[in-house]
């Protein structure tokens, strides 16, 4: 979604801001725009443009045009107001002396738009963001100073933010605030910046502090003073970010996609590796205690999107492991559905970015009801890691893409880590049960190198299915929870309309589509019900629809006499199998994507964070 990056140094802003907003194209948006101090000309310049960062960049000469060593800059994926260029970030006061940047929602804008226009303040913009600008300006009419007038302007605002604010009369300092939308603080020598994502700042620095909710910052060029809602200063701990910058680099390849989905093996041994010792799993810095888990009475998964799908593969192998009744909610429906939550509850929370806005207040509302929290996350540092009991990261590094593929492949070998670590403690699966899982997981990486090595034989298919309008994923138990997956990969990226149906719903409504011309993915890599599989591919293949399956080596022939084509995954454990077949499918959509020239890393309309509700 939104992106905002904001510097004060000695350096030229322009040139910088420009770079570290491009470093956060990936996160989806629609217009970009920049506001910087000229010294020479005592005032702010803005500059916005619809469309993507490069006219932005195009019209400022890579902001070799624009004079001055602080700004703000802004990445805007629309929500109040069409895409446009007044609707841009960086939204100005009614002087021009105040400029904002904003990621998130003022919910009550309309009431204080209403004030200010009653104040003979002209809007320029349908957003929500311009109120903040002239707020601030106008709680300065008493003569109060920036940091004073932001403050009286958090009183007034409701909704979900992150701001960055430049004033033309305090050209020294930028003003950063953060209300459930995250903010990032960047430390360099006689320089400070802000950001919404670490990317944007990692070629300039790597010492960061993360802002909690209801804090602001003043960044001068001598460092950053933070302070709580009652104004108190803060002491922010500095933490070290060690990603490479190369991790969020395309490396030569085309796609940070297709790099991704490439990346998994690697990933795969960095999430699971240390957490195998000995056949036995290893949580590190696990703090639960073994008696807590032992009452529990349930697990409720809350997630959104992808990592909800990995809560679905959970519950048949958590269920499995644990015998105790495993729920899975979407993030936005928790929230809103009086779950039976309580303290017996592990609430377990999965989110590659750990900002998305629906999960949050799911997992907000779990600890309202008294639920203990373990999230399962991969961004370091970020809100919902923060905000939990326990936290198990996963490791993946840095995902660019918004189809997302390595962190999917680890949430999931980290849940199922989890299932075994409570099984252990529960006493619900036999020592030798678990060593069997955990051997199979250490073949795991290999394994999936070697589906990947087949990925010519995937294109292949792509090519003859390419044009297809609608394709149907089916499969039972696991495989219908992979399902949800691979049909939600293929309509991200290529548009293509596709739906996931457990098999056996077929007969109650569905097969009524299947005529000669539909796609059918169908999933049978659970082999104890493989019959069952055959037997509805048999169904499709009999009203003139196509079959492409996915199984295990040791059935691929078997099901080649009925499919029209098969793709074979390596044999593992049950449980392990969506590991293996979820990278077919990402690679499947992955080509369908590119032989429809769609921008596979930035899907139309979507945004790799969801930070708005
Ligand atoms: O960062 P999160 O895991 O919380 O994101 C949840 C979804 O927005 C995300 O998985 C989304 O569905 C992906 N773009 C799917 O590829």
Request: hydrophobic share 40%.
């Amino acid at each position: 979604m939104c992106g905002i990056v904001g510097y004060i140094g000695k350096e030229q802003a322009a040139p910088l801001l420009l770079e570290g907003l491009s470093r956060l194209e990936y996160r989806g948006y629609d217009s970009a725009g920049v506001a910087v101090y000229s010294q020479r000309e005592g005032r702010l310049n803005v500059h916005k443009a619809k469309g993507r960062l490069k006219i932005l960049s195009g019209l400022l000469g890579g902001g070799d045009a624009v004079e001055g060593t602080v700004g703000v800059g802004h990445t805007r994926w629309a929500t109040h107001g069409a895409p446009s260029d007044e609707n841009s970030h960086p939204q100005v006061s009614r002087s021009g002396k105040i400029a904002v940047v904003h990621n998130g929602i003022i919910e009550n804008y309309g009431e204080l738009k209403a004030f200010l226009q009653s104040q003979g303040v002209p809007f320029a913009s349908e957003t929500d963001t311009e109120v903040v600008a002239h707020l601030v300006e106008y709680f300065q009419q008493d003569g109060a100073d920036i940091l004073t007038a932001v403050g009286r302007c958090l009183h007034r605002i409701e909704g979900a933010y992150a701001l960055g604010i430049i004033s033309a009369d305090a050209p020294d300092q930028l003003i950063a605030v953060r209300k459930d939308s995250p903010l990032i603080l960047g430390y360099g020598e006689g320089c400070s910046f802000l950001a919404s994502d670490v990317t944007a700042i990692l070629q300039y620095t790597r010492r960061v502090s993360y802002m909690d909710d209801g804090e602001l910052a003043v960044l001068t060029r001598d460092g950053i003073q933070c302070y709580n809602h009652l104004m108190q200063p803060v002491e922010k701990e500095i933490c070290a970010v060690d990603w490479e910058i190369g991790a969020a680099e395309k490396g030569g390849y085309e796609h940070f996609m297709f790099k991704e989905i490439m990346e998994q093996p690697e990933a795969l041994r960095r999430a699971v590796f240390p957490r195998i010792r000995d056949g036995e799993v290893f949580l590190e810095d696990f703090s639960l205690p073994e008696d807590y888990i032992r009452s529990l009475r349930n697990i409720h998964i809350v997630a959104c999107g992808s990592s909800y799908h990995v809560g679905m593969v959970g519950k048949y192998n958590l269920e499995k492991m644990l015998r105790i009744p495993v729920e899975v909610s979407l993030g936005s429906e928790f929230r809103y559905m009086d779950p039976i939550v309580d303290g017996k509850t592990l609430v377990v929370v999965i989110s590659q970015s750990g900002e998305t806005l629906d999960t949050m207040a799911a997992l907000r509302e779990a600890r309202r009801r008294g639920a203990k929290i373990l999230s399962i996350v991969n961004v370091v540092g970020s809100s919902i890691a923060r905000e939990s009991d326990q936290v198990l990261y996963t490791w993946a590094g840095p995902e660019i893409a918004v189809a997302t593929t390595k962190a999917y492949t680890t949430q999931l070998a980290v849940l199922n880590l989890l299932g075994l670590y409570l099984a252990k403690v529960l006493g619900s699966m036999a020592a030798e049960d678990r060593r069997e899982v955990l051997k199979d997981f250490l073949s795991l990486p290999e394994k999936l190198e070697r589906v990947l090595e087949n990925k010519d034989g995937i294109q292949y298919f792509a090519s003859q299915y390419f044009n297809r309008d609608s394709v149907f994923y089916i499969g039972r138990n696991i495989d219908y929870a992979l399902g949800l997956e691979g049909s939600l990969k293929l309509k991200e990226i290529s548009y293509v309309h596709s739906e996931a149906y457990a098999s056996g719903e077929l007969k109650h409504g569905t097969i009524s589509l299947i005529e000669p011309g539909a796609l059918v993915i169908a999933l049978g890599t659970c082999l104890r019900l493989f019959d069952k599989a055959m037997s509805n591919i048999v169904e499709v293949k009999s009203r003139g629809g196509d079959v492409l399956a996915l199984t295990t080596e040791s059935r691929a022939d078997e099901m080649a006499k009925t499919a029209s084509g098969v793709i074979a995954i390596p044999d593992a454990h049950p449980m392990l199998l969506p590991l293996l077949g979820a990278a077919p499918l990402q690679l499947y959509a992955y080509y369908v994507a590119l032989m429809r020239g769609c921008d596979i890393d930035k899907p139309r309309n979507l945004a790799k964070s969801v930070t708005v509700e």
